[in-house]
């Protein structure tokens, strides 16, 4: 059973571009959750989806930043026209059920933003 | 004031000490989640409470949910327990985190 699996792991933007972040869930996990890690700071919750959903998107910044869970696919996060601030780690997680229930990580992509 | 404020933010110990981290938050919670953070980046959930205490190997957690305080202890410390230790607590559906923990365990 293979574990969360985000990809890329290393992502290179020019200012401008579009960066678009992968996360495929375990298997039977329906809830995804991602979180932004700015350098030298703590984890941020973003945005919280399931199946087709987003439950909880009061993380997201308003503009430039989008996230999609399709019925079929991994989770797509968006960040449209790239700025240096977006520079960051973003892990995804994974759970079966509601968020009080353990959550596996997948590795993380590091986005940087030249 | 973060929500959930961990001490210390760096500790360095010698191999076979006994570890203590510590983590206060400051709102109701469901549950509370102590995470690893290898040098590497990767995540690692270790536990998930939301009373009492739990172990795992050389690790235990415990909670008080009246003082709102939890730690999470290490018992025969040993290089390879060094990683960033990070306290989540569950809030309507999504995590709020300190800003974790730096441990590195000298041989």
């Known amino acids: 059973n293979a574990g969360v699996m985000q990809n890329p792991r290393h992502l290179v933007r020019r200012r401008g571009q579009e960066a678009r972040l992968r996360c495929s869930p375990m298997k039977g996990h329906s809830h995804v959750y991602w979180y932004r890690q700015l350098p030298e700071e703590g984890l941020k919750f973003m945005v919280y989806?399931?199946?087709?959903?987003?439950?909880?998107e009061s993380g997201m910044p308003k503009e430039r930043f989008s996230a999609e869970f399709p019925k079929e696919g991994p989770s797509i996060l968006r960040i449209q026209q790239v700025v240096r601030g977006d520079s960051a780690a973003y892990f995804c997680?994974?759970?079966?059920?509601?968020?009080?229930?353990?959550?596996?990580f997948g590795s993380g992509t590091q986005l940087s933003v030249l | 004031k973060n929500e959930v404020e961990q001490s210390p933010q760096n500790l360095t110990a010698q191999e076979g000490e006994f570890i203590t981290i510590n983590c206060s938050y400051s709102?109701?919670?469901?549950?509370l989640h102590w995470l690893q953070q290898h040098p590497g980046g990767g995540i690692v959930s270790l536990f998930m409470l939301s009373s009492g205490k739990k172990k795992h190997g050389r690790l235990i957690a415990t909670i008080n949910i009246q003082e709102k305080h939890s730690s999470l202890h290490i018992t025969a410390s040993h290089p390879r327990d060094s990683a960033v230790y990070i306290c989540?607590?569950?809030?309507?559906?999504?995590?709020?985190f300190g800003q974790g923990t730096r441990l590195t365990i000298n041989p």
């Open positions: 709102v109701g919670i469901s549950a």
């Open positions: 997680a994974s759970s079966p059920g509601a968020a009080n229930e353990k959550l596996f």
């Open positions: 989806l399931q199946k087709e959903n987003i439950i909880d």
């Open positions: 989540a607590v569950s809030r309507a559906q999504k995590l709020v």
